[in-house]
Every structure is written in structure tokens, then in C-alpha cells.
């Protein structure tokens, strides 16, 4: 089993910026970020392989989100810019060891503990 430990959140205005981190404790394939929202379900934001860089957005983040990986440190990276209300929510990273269905949170294998995001108006 993996550990993932998640860093970064916090509160800023709509059209602020914030980094979100992971850090997983061992091998992992693919790496991704959920969040989920006061009553709403969990929701994909973005996901990448680690082994061939492909990237993967919900189109809610796209242009404004950007994921990233170093594969030195084991850490994933969640680069959110031009914040909006909408996007507050508690940040999930994610990890499995197979590549493929990205989108799908049941797929994954390994959660961190969450990191909460607020934006405000």
C-alpha cells in the first residue's frame, strides 16, 4: 500500500492561486487529483502517468489547472490558477499502479487524506 500525503491548501479570493503536493511513499503508475465539494459527490480534476507524462483534465479545470509530476521526488504537483468559488472543495490525491480509465475513482488503489481548498468571492 501506498502512502500519500498531500500538502498546500488553504483560502484564497477567486482569481488567486494556489500549489497543491503529493507525495506517494512508493512505486506508483498513474497519480491524480479528486476533490469533493459540500454535498456533491467526488469529482475528477486531473490525472497523469508518471512513466509517460500523459496528462488528463476535467473539463471544468482545464486552461486554469495545470498537474505535474517529479518523478525524483515521488510528487505530484496540482498547480490552480484563476480560482473560482466553484472549485472549493477538500482535494483528494489519488494513486494506482496500472495506467488506463484515469477518470474513474474506483479504479484507484491508494487516497490521501485530503487537503481542504476554499475560494472566496
Known amino acids: 500500500q501506498v502512502q500519500l500525503v498531500e500538502s498546500g491548501g488553504g483560502r484564497v479570493q477567486a482569481g488567486g492561486s494556489l500549489r497543491l503536493s503529493c507525495a506517494a511513499s512508493?512505486?506508483?503508475?498513474?497519480m491524480a487529483w479528486f476533490r469533493q465539494a459540500p454535498g456533491k459527490e467526488r469529482e475528477f480534476v486531473a490525472a497523469i502517468n508518471r512513466n509517460s507524462g500523459l496528462i488528463y483534465y476535467a473539463d471544468s479545470v482545464k486552461g486554469r489547472f495545470t498537474i505535474s509530476r517529479d518523478n525524483a521526488k515521488n510528487t505530484v504537483y496540482l498547480q490552480m490558477n484563476s480560482l473560482k468559488p466553484e472549485d472549493t472543495a477538500v482535494y483528494y490525491c489519488?494513486?494506482?499502479?496500472?495506467?488506463?480509465?484515469?477518470?474513474?475513482?474506483?479504479?484507484?488503489?491508494?487516497w490521501g487524506q485530503g487537503t481542504q481548498v476554499t475560494v472566496s468571492s
Open positions: 512508493g512505486r506508483t503508475t498513474a
Open positions: 489519488a494513486a494506482k499502479i496500472y495506467a488506463g480509465n484515469y477518470y474513474d475513482q474506483y479504479k484507484y488503489d491508494d
